[in-house]
């Protein structure tokens, strides 16, 4: 009588709850048990996370990533809006000035699409349809301390939730806990070669306010304004009015090196008015502005 064969499904771990790490767990959940490690405790609504503080910042989801979304978890798209994300027509609902100083034609006839929402709102969305999978469990408050192997293999990754400490084995491990991953010092730890890093440093600075849209504003499509950086002309410098969901508008400036923006509130309207066109400026100087500025 021959033996029975049975299959273990592949184990996986993925460290950081972030955007790059739901995305991972969905892609691998229909091959192999995943759990998600999360230093922080998520929010249960859209609001900033302390962990990823470039969402702050305006974000753009162009066509071709609205595609994937939508390839990988059918329908994603759809709920972003229904919360009060917009699709919105690439040059049609664009007002948008080049590089080359040029204001980019504004037309309709195109199947391309942004999707424009709060970087809050996407994640909060993509969380709830990503952990409402059983088959990924979510161990919030738990932090990596390290991986198990050797330099061979990579068998498992040690946590710490509250004071205590475990292991956690897996046959695939994921690390989505952005710059500040500590992989490359604990694989050297395990006895593997050293990895090759390459930086490039671009040297952009952001600064970020949020501002209540204008009453005559809300009730109709306003397009993104976006006045783009130069680059033949040194320091470059830049900005985007991004309309969000719950009436509101994400400003985002830039700048490289020797024109960096600051969290200075007075002086935040002067740098978008000082531009090589000041739209940006003008239409906020009179706005109503909500919080600080956050600079990145």
Same mark, same amino acid.
Not at 47 to 66: E, I, K, Y
Not at 269 to 285: R, S
């Given at each position: 009588? /021959?033996?029975? !064969? #049975?299959?273990? *499904? ?10 790059? =790490?739901?995305?991972? @767990? ?5 091959? /192999?048990?995943? !759990? #998600?490690?999360? *230093? ?10 302390? =962990?990823?503080?470039? @969402? ?9 990533? #609205? ?230």
């Amino acid at each position: 009588m /021959a033996e029975e !064969t #049975v299959t273990r *499904r592949p184990t996986t771990v993925v460290i950081g709850a972030s955007a790059t =790490g739901l995305f991972a @767990a969905a892609a691998l959940v229909d091959f /192999a048990d995943v !759990t #998600v490690i999360e *230093r922080d405790r998520l929010p249960d609504r859209p609001q900033p996370r302390r =962990g990823v503080p470039q @969402a702050r910042h305006a974000h753009l989801v162009w066509s071709g990533g #609205v595609k994937a979304f939508d390839d990988l978890l059918p329908g994603l798209t759809g709920e972003i809006t229904a919360h009060g994300g917009r699709l919105v027509h690439i040059m049609g609902d664009m007002v948008s000035r080049a590089p080359n100083e040029v204001w980019f034609r504004r037309f309709t006839a195109t199947h391309h699409r942004n999707l424009v929402c709060s970087r809050d709102l996407l994640d909060y969305v993509l969380r709830n349809r990503v952990l409402a999978d059983e088959r990924i469990t979510l161990r919030q408050e738990t932090s990596a301390l390290g991986l198990e192997g050797d330099a061979t293999a990579v068998t498992g990754v040690r946590i710490r939730t509250n004071d205590e400490e475990s292991t956690l084995r897996a046959d695939l491990i994921i690390d989505a806990s952005g710059r500040g991953s500590r992989t490359p010092q604990w694989l050297a730890e395990l006895g593997a070669p050293s990895i090759t890093e390459r930086e490039v440093n671009a040297g952009v600075a952001y600064a970020t306010r949020l501002y209540a849209a204008p009453e005559a504003t809300r009730d109709i499509n306003f397009p993104l304004v976006n006045v783009q950086a130069n680059p033949a002309k040194a320091p470059g410098r830049g900005g985007i009015i991004l309309p969000i969901e719950g009436n509101r508008w994400i400003v985002t400036l830039s700048g490289t090196r020797g024109g960096e923006p600051t969290d200075d509130l007075d002086a935040f309207i002067d740098f978008a008015l000082g531009l090589d066109d000041p739209v940006i400026g003008e239409l906020i100087k009179d706005a109503e502005p909500l919080g600080d500025i956050t600079t990145t």
